[in-house]
């Protein structure tokens, strides 16, 4: 679905996230909009195909905001999109900008009642000594619409911005995340929070790390981790005590010193962090690594994957336009087999746990057009080139792709480049199904 007309700042994407079946696929954007893509069912006329994503519904989900306690703008910009649980035939999900969490209702309506008795059709009141008969109203087929209505409003929960928010698995609350604090919410409670991790020192000075992302367990409503700007996870358990400063486990990587650098730190800090869908294995993301991590083994990951270690020699000019400080998500496929994060130059990656291989696949208009494979992409550093070689030298560093999402059963995968969303589907890459 790409546009071709130069983005906005508002236009950017700034969140992708299937829902729990896959059939409907939600995206925010930094103009504070969401934008709901649902699948049609397959044809009749050829039962096998894939159904397309359109779109479903959009509304504006949060306005810009202005704080007068501390004199700072609040962008509107979406900054997470979980879906919760389908209860009924009516959806929902959380959004959050950076202070303000809500939670949205969807519901369909392809009927309307006709025949009040007080009521004429333009809905006035009719005068009573009229109605000398009384009817009973009747539901009559309408157009199918669409409604999305906000059922709830979290706010004032959260001093620094917002990085994350997860539902758990009891489908009764979830947490919110910022830089120093984690909170635990009842889905159905808006005015109070549980604070249940507290990293901000006495004194700010003492600061020596943030939070950086934070998810619960699939499977276990008492689990939840945490990621830091240091590389490590903790893993808490909110049966051992009601603040969860003290976690159960710490995952960390002994540092090697012969790869010590200025930018280590920097490079280090993990973006984000996604428990595999059997719960067993942890996935996070750093700047230029993608790591596996088995929840029994704290020492160190028991996979480690280069997502573009060709950028090593470049830190210090990443460094200087800012592109050091970048935050890449990760996604697991359905299977926990293959896992995708993305790169520059539109670039994403793919690597298959199980064959060790790996691929470079480009989000672009040429890779949009229905039914196109998408080729395999290479970057070279210097040396030969093959033909369709990109040099490290070309990167485009303003395309980056910092949100991407897998369908939780098949191979589709959203991908959002800037103010493009690509769903690639099927056979993503013969390689890597």
């Known amino acids: 679905m790409p546009s071709h007309r130069m983005p906005s700042e508002a236009d950017i994407i700034s969140t992708v996230e299937f829902n729990h079946t896959g059939e409907l696929l939600a995206t925010g954007d930094k103009g504070g909009r969401v934008v709901i893509f649902q699948r049609e069912p397959e044809s009749k006329n050829a039962p096998h195909s894939q159904g397309e994503y359109d779109v479903y519904s959009t509304f ?45 209702k969807i519901t369909e309506r392809d009927k309307r009642p006709e025949g009040y008795n007080l009521k004429d059709e333009e809905g006035k009141l009719k005068d009573l000594s009229t109605v000398t008969s009384l009817q009973v109203p009747v539901l009559k087929p309408m157009d199918l619409m669409v409604e999305v209505s906000p059922r709830r409003i979290f706010a004032n929960g959260h001093t620094y911005h917002i990085n994350s928010i997860s539902v758990n698995s009891d489908c009764e609350t979830y947490m919110s995340a ?91 800090s993990v973006s984000d962090v996604k428990f595999s869908h059997s719960g067993r294995y942890m996935l996070t993301r750093d700047y230029l690594t993608v790591k596996v991590w088995d929840l029994n083994m704290e020492a160190r990951p028991i996979e480690t994957y280069q997502v573009h270690d060709y950028l090593r020699s470049k830190l210090c000019s990443l460094y200087e336009n800012d592109c ?10 359905g299977s926990d087999s293959v896992i995708m994060t993305g790169a520059y130059n539109n670039f994403f990656r793919m690597f298959d746990r ?14 949009s057009k229905p039914r196109a494979v998408l080729k395999p992409r290479r970057v070279c550093v210097g040396g030969k080139r093959r033909r369709d070689d990109i040099s490290v030298d070309s990167l485009d560093f303003t395309k980056k792709i910092l949100h991407t999402a897998w369908h939780p059963a098949e191979n589709i995968i959203a991908i959002a480049a800037t103010n493009n969303l690509y769903i690639f589907q099927d056979k993503v890459n013969s390689d890597m199904r």
Request: proline share 4%.
């Open 178 to 268: 910022d830089d120093l604090r984690i909170n635990l919410w009842h889905l159905a409670v808006t005015d109070r929070s549980f604070n249940i991790v507290d990293i901000k020192p006495a004194n700010m000075e003492d600061l020596t790390e943030v939070i950086t992302a934070s998810e619960f367990h699939p499977h276990h409503c008492n689990l939840f981790v945490y990621s830091s700007s240091k590389g490590s996870l903790r893993l808490c358990d909110m049966r051992a005590a009601a603040l969860c400063d003290k976690h159960s486990k710490l995952f960390e990587e002994p540092e090697d010193p012969s790869n010590r650098s200025f930018f280590s730190e920097i490079i280090s």
């Open 324 to 333: 050091i400080f970048d935050k890449f998500e990760c996604a697991w496929n």
């Open 354 to 367: 199980n064959t060790k291989r790996d691929v470079t696949l480009e989000a672009s208009r040429e890779s």
């Open 60 to 104: 504006q989900s949060h306005e810009p905001e202005f704080d007068y306690l501390k004199s700072l703008e609040i962008e509107e910009k979406i900054n997470k999109i979980k879906w919760l649980p389908q209860q009924n035939a009516a959806h929902s999900l959380l959004s959050t900008n950076d202070k303000t969490i809500k939670l949205w």
